[in-house]
């Protein structure tokens, strides 16, 4: 059987991972319990076949949609995008979440290339030891920049945890749907070692203009 690693390589949250092009990086579509802080050789392997499995059996672009679609939602904390186009969500980088996107870029390079492919050990070795969590946040507001210079901290109870780095915001982009006029995102990241990957959370994004967005999150929803 040939093996071939994904050859074209991006870089996201500061890891270096291969990449197939125009091919989404979404979450996977088994459910369990919790964030994954630390992750097995034999775990890794699981959520690498989990992402490939659903994909190998999508052969047109509408079973790939429905796929992506089904998975995105997995990791995704706040506003249901398919009911509240522009309320404040987040979706969560876990380590379960890059390794599900992996399988399924194997698999759908596979389907390319009419071999398989797989992503090398030191790819899925770095995504094991990643020490912080990556979250990219997604909302609306008014005006173009109502995001630039926003912040944001994690509550869990009495605890606030604030992120070992913020990324700059997307200049905001015209909103299609009902609400607010702009669109915006930014990403941020969180140590695991600092936060409870069991509880029920909220991620709260403060604005320049005093304003502040809330986003619930549930942990123990989320892999």
Do not use: W
Not at 71 to 99: F, H, N, Q, W
Not at 107 to 126: L, N
Not at 184 to 194: G, P, Q, V
């Amino acid at each position: 059987m040939s093996v071939r690693c994904l050859t074209s390589v991006a870089r996201v949250g500061g890891l270096a991972t291969c990449a197939v092009v125009g091919l989404l990086t979404v979450v996977g579509l088994q459910p369990v319990l919790a964030i994954d802080v630390k992750i097995s050789a034999e775990e890794a392997q699981k959520a690498l076949e989990a992402g490939r499995a659903p994909m190998e059996k999508a052969n047109t672009p509408e079973d790939v949609k429905k796929v992506l679609q089904q998975a995105s939602m997995v990791t995704r904390v706040g506003a249901d995008p398919e009911k509240d186009s522009c309320g404040a969500s987040a979706i969560l980088r876990t380590k379960r979440y890059r390794l599900e996107a992996f399988g399924r870029q194997e698999a759908a390079e596979s389907k390319k290339r009419k071999t398989d492919v797989r992503m090398p050990d030191e790819f899925i070795k770095k995504v094991v030891d990643m020490p912080n969590m990556e979250i990219e946040v997604q909302l609306c507001g008014d005006d173009e920049y109502f995001a630039e210079g926003a912040l944001i901290e994690l509550q869990q109870g009495s605890k606030k945890i604030k992120p070992i780095d913020i990324g700059k915001a997307e200049r905001g982009r015209k909103n299609e749907g009902s609400g607010p006029t702009y669109r915006s995102r930014f990403t941020a990241l969180f140590a695991y070692e600092k936060f409870d990957p069991n509880a029920a959370s909220v991620f709260v994004v403060n604005f320049q203009d005093g304003k502040e967005a809330r986003i619930a999150a549930d942990f123990s929803k989320v892999k």
